[in-house]
């Protein structure tokens, strides 16, 4: 075999590697509230994941500082309040009426969510 089709077969390989390794799909993000479990919201990127959660009445529901900065959760209603809450560190609630339950961080205001029970 001669030195021009051993690299045109080695430059194959290379686009085939490549090529391949775009279609994996990392199904283990650390950031991602599945591994929260179903009824918690994630703290992470100065955002509550999800911006919204659905749940039953009488759910606990469990926020998770997943960010490098200190948030609070507050209720926009004075009902809940998780004082300050580092990264790694969680607070929980449990909704027992229906209704809705918007809520921000005390440090930054522009980072808000709400909680819908049925």
Known sequence: ???KM??????LMVVAVVSVSGCTS???QSNSTSNLGPNAVAIQNFAFNPATLTVKAGTTVKWVNQ???THQVVSDTGLFN???LSNGQSFSFT???TGTYPYHCMIHPSM???IMVQ
């Open 67 to 69: 960010d490098s900065a």
């Open 112 to 114: 808000t969510g709400s």
């Open 95 to 97: 909704f027992n009426q």
């Open 26 to 28: 990392n199904t283990n």
């Open 82 to 84: 998780s004082g300050d």
């Open 1 to 3: 075999m001669n030195n």
């Open 6 to 11: 051993f690299l045109f077969l080695g430059f």
